[in-house]
């Protein structure tokens, strides 16, 4: 399998705070990977930069063969919308739109024919199961019917690298895991790779693999017994 990301050697401090310190990691093509490590290890800004949404101080992130720290920002913001889906704690909607719109903004942005982008929009909110709140807003919705149109939104431009930061933090036991699943299910039937930053045990054992971040570095992989 080839590699789609990877961080190499990454730096990012904010201020005195040095919250990556060297960081290398890499994911495959289609791979779904779980980032886990203590609070403040460094893994949301890990996950900011292979996402191309922060740029390291020093390392390289690689996207698919190429230097994603170097494109300009605008190189860095139309990848981001053509090839990544980002979905994070609290799914971030856009208050003033029923939940089919806001699923459909980032193929308008793409500047699709609007038919075509509510009815794409419609059916990514059946395949989560939150169709039936298609015509909601999302102060009407609840957590885990927020966190599936948020998802819904990250899927709809159809993206090679979904990168989700605790996507189900904020719900309880059971909706957290149906969401993740309806996630997962998603990503990979359309081959997507997944990099899934959590905290969380249970959610970290459905992916693929998982990358252990400790004080801005990767800890190396467990050798199997
Ligand atoms: N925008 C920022 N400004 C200042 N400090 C920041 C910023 N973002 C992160 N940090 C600091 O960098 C360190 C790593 O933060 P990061 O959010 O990446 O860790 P994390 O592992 O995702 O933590 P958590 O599990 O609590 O979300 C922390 O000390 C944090 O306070």
Partial sequence: MSVLVAAHAVRKSFGRTEALRGATMSVDDGEVVAVTGRSGSGKSTLLMCLAGVLRPDAGRIE???????????????????????????????????????????????????????????????????AGDVAGARPGELSGGEAQRVAIARALVTGPRAIFADEPTGALDTVSGDQVLTALLTAARSSYATVVLV??????????????VLRDGAVEPAAVAR
């Fill in 63 to 129: 996207y698919s063969g190429g230097r994603l720290d170097e494109l300009s920002e605008r190189d860095r913001t139309r990848l981001r919308r053509r090839e990544f889906g980002v979905v994070l704690q609290f799914g971030q909607l856009v208050p003033e739109l029923t939940a089919v719109q806001n699923v459909a903004l980032p193929l308008l942005f793409e500047r699709h024919e609007r038919a075509a982008a509510m009815r794409s929009a419609m059916s990514w909110l059946d395949r989560l199961g």
């Fill in 198 to 211: 959590t905290h969380d045990n249970r959610v970290a054992a459905h992916a693929d693999r998982e990358i």
